[in-house]
């Protein structure tokens, strides 16, 4: 079983390390106080007011404060980060980040595609000017937080109405159907033999197929890897006997995978897939 | 002889495995670089709208500024006759050609940004703060769309040039062609910021 848990943090390893500047995890919560500006309860303050506009209007707003930008551009980084969480709904792209890097005294509001009309960049840039950085120079984070996300939330409010959420999140079960349907099938047909040497060939027929099936279905290469891999190793080592005396060999690592996969569904914050498009505008103090 | 048959089948199998998800590819990402670059073209078209606000504001305060605004009053009309159709895409001259005017726009705008500096008026005036917030957020788009579409671009590209995908192409979509991709210009590579 060591063998399927370390091929499965390998793959999840593999699928992060395209990210380029380093960010911060997003929790769940939609204040990620990064480089500790703000006390318990002002986080959760600010989270309660962000949660409110979300349940009513389906926006998400995001507060982020970073330790450092890692000499990126705000706004470079901003429009990636965005990305990297999926800030917003997926079809509506309506997320707004608000992001204080203290160490650099500066701070931008990053604007979904969908929400741009509602917030345009003159706006968000009078919004930091005159809300935000005034109360910045006096050294007080949360009240210049706070009355910068009252406005972003006066302004953006109305351009969308809530839609209930449809819940669509992948979750794993709809990965795994496919990779045991596939793998039980060619378990069934192949020799009961129980030396895995002799197996190496099916396997590897079976977990290519699987692989392919699955690139055509999701289009994600890190997730049809995954498959091929744990469906050849499924054929590799287990034998039919194993299957129909219902000891499922995998438990353990599909357990594992599962937890990382469909462990965000809980809690209070799903960040939505949305994307960014560059807008917003950024100031410093 | 059976081994043959069943070594035969098996590599068979294994390509028609490697090649069958990878068919659409070549059109897939095709029409991604498409995507990717009308919107980048909306964002310089978007810009190119901005301008004749700010030069009229600007010329309010700065009238005897003429040369600075002539200069991007002409870079404007310039990159008003073009386009970024998937013709130029394809068209190693048009796309350079294209490449050029934006570019001299870029730096004819930031020569006039500069400029600006010497006004203080100019500066504390509402309508032009606001023109300005709007010209840099489309600049960054611009940059954003820059970097998606020199992406999409890359990952089209090396799907033509790299197994299976190259042996694909030349079986079903013979007509396709590396394509034209930016690249980085100077005022890029190092850009001159000028905020104090």
């Known amino acids: 079983m060591k063998i399927f848990k370390s091929i499965i943090l390998l793959m999840l390893l593999a699928c992060l390390a ?132 009252d406005k972003i939330i006066l302004a953006v409010k109305g351009e969308y109405t809530p839609a209930r959420s449809t819940n669509e999140s992948s979750s794993i079960g709809f990965i795994l159907f496919p990779i045991l349907f596939i793998a039980i099938i060619f378990i069934n047909a192949m020799p009961k033999d129980k030396d895995s040497k002799k197996r190496i060939i099916p396997a590897i027929i079976t977990g290519s197929i699987a692989g392919a099936i699955s690139w055509m279905m999701f289009f994600v290469l890190g997730v049809s890897v995954f498959i091929a891999v744990i469906v050849f190793l499924i054929t590799l080592f287990s034998s039919k006997s194993d299957w129909t005396s219902g000891n499922y060999p995998t438990s353990g690592g599909f357990s594992n995978s599962s937890g990382s996969f469909g462990g965000s569904d809980f809690g209070g914050f799903n960040s939505g897939g949305g994307s960014f498009g560059g807008g917003g505008a950024s100031g410093y103090w | 002889m059976k081994i043959v048959g069943i070594i035969g089948a098996i590599l068979l199998l294994l390509a028609a495995i490697i090649i069958l998800p990878k068919v659409n590819n070549v059109p897939r990402l095709d029409e991604n670089v498409n995507m990717y670059a009308s919107q980048l073209d909306n964002q310089y078209k978007r810009r190119s709208d901005l301008i004749p606000n700010l030069v009229a504001t600007v010329k309010g305060y700065a009238s005897h500024e003429k040369d600075v605004l002539t200069q991007v009053t002409e870079a404007r009309a310039k990159v008003g006759q073009m386009t970024l159709t998937p013709e130029v895409l394809n068209n190693p001259e048009a796309f350079k050609a294209y490449q050029n005017a934006q570019d001299g726009l870029s730096s004819a705008l930031s020569r006039l940004m500069m400029v600006t500096e010497n006004y203080p008026e100019l500066k504390a005036n509402e309508n ?26 890359k990952e089209y590209n090396l799907e033509l040039r790299t197994v299976p995908g190259k042996w694909v192409a030349a079986l079903l979509y013979p007509e396709a062609e590396v394509k034209q991709n930016f690249t980085a210009t100077t005022t890029e590579s190092a850009t001159p910021k000028v905020a104090f």
């Open chain 1, 18 to 149: 395209f990210s380029a500047p380093t960010f911060p995890q997003l929790n769940n919560s939609r204040v990620i106080d990064d480089a500790g500006i703000f006390d318990a309860n002002q986080e959760m303050a600010l989270d309660k007011k962000l949660a409110n506009h979300e349940t009513n209007t389906s926006n998400q707003i995001v507060v982020v404060t970073i330790k450092s930008l890692d000499g990126y551009d705000i706004s470079d980084y901003g429009y990636q980060l965005g990305r990297h969480w999926g800030i917003g709904q997926k079809d509506k792209n309506n997320g707004v980040l608000l992001i204080i890097a203290p160490n650099e005294r500066k701070v931008r509001i990053e604007v979904g595609y969908g929400l741009e009309g509602a917030l345009p960049d003159a706006t968000s840039k009078t919004i930091i000017q005159n809300d935000i950085l005034p109360l910045f120079k006096k050294g007080s984070y949360y009240d210049g937080v706070n009355s910068g996300i």
């Open chain 2, 128 to 153: 032009f703060l606001q023109l300005q917030a709007q010209l840099e957020g489309t600049e960054n788009r611009i940059a954003v769309a820059r970097k998606d579409y020199i992406e999409s671009v």
